[in-house]
């Protein structure tokens, strides 16, 4: 994400933080010549960022070099939005009896001061740009922003349709053998198990949600509950899934020996269906501490396993396993040309046919990269595009993990830096989340992420339109209209989390150590006090638990640059003046807590806050 990161400051200040300074300023002489100097600075180094990108992961020297400026761009966007905030706020403060301080603030006398103190901060982040650009010690190619990726993206026709990424198109003798399974009453144990194993992305978890949706499996069990496990296997976090998903809300007990109670009390003489997604634990005794508390269903009662892992199938003590292989050559043809966008004529031209099967058979019969592939060739609409991406730009694709990655990171690498730094910061939420496209369109805009080509378009639009192009991109999947959530593949999100690198860090318990130069960050049950004051710009809580106001005024203590502060899964009993001086907090989320106190010095109307 650094990479993408310090593109998408650059563009910020040059497009939209001076030029909104300037028109604060007036005749602020100083200021306004100190503003220009340091838009003139940054814009010339923005030509050759661009290549410092694509050599980011090359060159250590090139790393160093771009971190060190990233760090002085984030602090010339905090002087910029500082003083654009402090502009604003005494502006807003004149309404009715408080004109006359706006006047006094733009009084000659009050000018000097401030113009002082602004031209002393500008100059100083300025003069800290320019020292890392003289210290630059290599070449770098000068090109223009409007670079081919951002050419080739612009080109791309906004009416494509998108297809749904739960399409498992020839897969029908998998949905037989899986559903014949499931309704089999004729079993030994109350309880069976059935592994669906494969590589990632050929399509487990699709598979399995189409089965668990069907007509005739939802008829047949009397409880149907779904839980992602992922590389996490807390046995306890396990059954409090399982308690939320058969209950629809959380469990009211928290310890260990309530939940198998609740749980026992759930499942007990019911025939259930429960689907365990993406099971990577290997350990016989762990597995059998979950298994004996899941024996109480109803003869018939089955639990559906999705694995990379063959060895699952002997770890459970499954009878058998359904073991998923790739899509034919002529299935994947189909689904490239189809997410390539091509016109009838075209798929039956026959040298564009020859050059898609061989492309096809890079693609090892892996879904994922099948439609990865397709999207990236929609960019390309000759015959000789075709031809030089299959023989110079994409990697043979075995069934390996890391060979469908290097597909992924092509895909990653094609993007815009824009839409690169958005879908980087998707890295935050755990695998397996259902992410609302209204969040992640607030918390783009707030971070500051979003670049307006002109400035009478609206940031929630453009914003909007970045989330459509990762989606039509499948960089997110389960698109759910009527509740406009998604999510993220496990690859994609393994590939997010790579791309972030120390930008972002995701901490759950008391564990796990944070990067000093993490910016935005994800918290489960790490107490507040283990955390460092940081420059952190976004502190995201996923856990359900309550937060004193000791706590919440510790951490407004520790972070003075948030931006967003989203607490809506904690329970907030009052919220302490001092929040008032995160001046740069953009966005504030506190719609979990319904017995919030009203606390002298900051107004709301309701709990929830969004974009305040």
Request: with cysteine.
């Amino acid at each position: 994400m650094a990479e993408a990161v310090i593109l998408g400051i650059a563009g910020n200040i040059v497009d939209y933080l001076v030029p909104k300074a300037l028109e604060k300023v007036g005749k602020l002489w100083g200021v306004k010549h100190e503003l220009e100097i340091l838009k003139e600075t940054v814009s010339t180094l923005h030509a050759v960022l661009e290549d410092a990108e694509e050599q980011y992961h090359r060159s250590r020297q090139i790393k160093v070099w771009l971190d060190k400026l990233k760090d002085a761009f984030y602090d010339a966007q905090d002087v910029l939005e500082e003083f654009n905030i402090e502009a604003v706020r005494r502006e807003l403060s004149g309404h009715n009896e408080m004109m006359k301080e706006v006047r006094t603030f733009f009084s000659s006398s009050n000018q000097l001061a401030f113009k002082l103190k602004m031209s002393n901060k500008v100059r100083a982040v300025r003069e800290k740009i320019e020292a890392i650009k003289a210290d630059r010690k290599f070449h770098l190619d000068d090109r223009s922003v409007d670079s081919r990726v951002e050419r080739q993206w612009r080109k791309r026709e906004e009416t494509h349709s998108f297809i749904s990424e739960g399409d498992i198109k020839g897969r029908d003798d998998d949905k037989t053998a899986v559903i014949k399974f499931l309704l089999d009453s004729n079993m030994k144990e109350n309880v069976s198990i059935l592994p669906i194993v494969g590589i990632g992305g050929l399509g487990k978890t699709a598979l399995a949600q189409f089965i668990y949706n069907d007509e005739m499996v939802s008829k047949h069990f009397h409880l149907k509950m779904w839980v992602c496990v992922s590389n996490d296997f807390d046995v306890k976090k396990i059954v409090t899934n399982i308690i939320a998903c058969a209950k629809k809300k959380a469990p009211s007990e928290d310890a260990m020996e309530q939940l198998q109670s609740e749980l026992r009390k759930e499942i007990d003489g019911k025939r259930y269906l429960l689907v365990l997604d993406d099971l990577w634990n290997e350990e016989p005794e762990n597995w059998l501490s979950l298994k004996r508390l899941l024996v109480g269903g109803a003869r018939g009662s089955k639990i559906l396993i999705t694995t990379r892992l063959p060895s699952i199938a002997t770890i459970t003590d499954a009878a058998q396993s359904h073991h998923l292989g790739g899509l034919s050559d002529s299935l994947s043809l189909d689904l490239l040309m189809q997410m390539a966008y091509r016109k009838e004529e075209e798929v039956q031209d026959p040298e564009m046919l020859d050059i898609a099967k061989e492309i096809v058979r890079k693609c090892s019969g892996v879904p994922l990269v099948v439609r990865t592939v397709g999207t990236l060739l929609s960019f390309k609409k000759t015959k000789l595009e075709w031809l030089t991406f299959k023989d110079y730009e994409l990697p043979d694709v075995s069934q390996r993990a890391d060979k469908i990655t290097s597909v992924l990171r092509l895909s990653y690498d094609y993007l815009p830096s824009h839409l690169k730094q958005c879908f980087a910061f998707c890295s935050l939420f755990p695998k397996d989340y259902e992410i609302k496209k209204q969040t992640l369109v607030n918390l783009w805009v707030a971070e500051g992420f979003i670049r307006p080509s002109n400035r009478s378009q609206h940031l929630e639009d453009i914003a909007h339109g970045y989330f459509m192009d990762l989606l039509r991109s499948n960089f997110f999947q389960d698109f759910q209209e009527y509740k406009e959530t998604c999510k993220m593949h496990d690859l994609m999100h393994d590939l997010a989390c790579v791309v972030a690198g120390n930008e972002c860090g995701v901490a759950f318990d008391d564990t796990k150590s944070i990067n000093e130069r993490a910016r935005h960050l994800c918290v489960g049950d790490l107490p507040i006090s283990h955390l460092k004051a940081s420059p952190l710009r976004t502190y995201l809580s996923l856990m359900r638990r309550p937060i004193s106001e000791v706590d919440l005024r510790q951490l407004i203590q520790s972070f003075k640059r948030l931006r967003v502060l989203d607490l809506h899964t904690t329970y907030v009993e009052k919220v302490p003046r001092s929040i008032c001086k995160l001046k740069h907090l953009t966005y504030l989320d506190l719609s979990g807590t319904h017995k919030l106190k009203k606390t002298s010095g900051l107004h709301y109307e309701t709990a929830e806050f969004a974009n305040t």
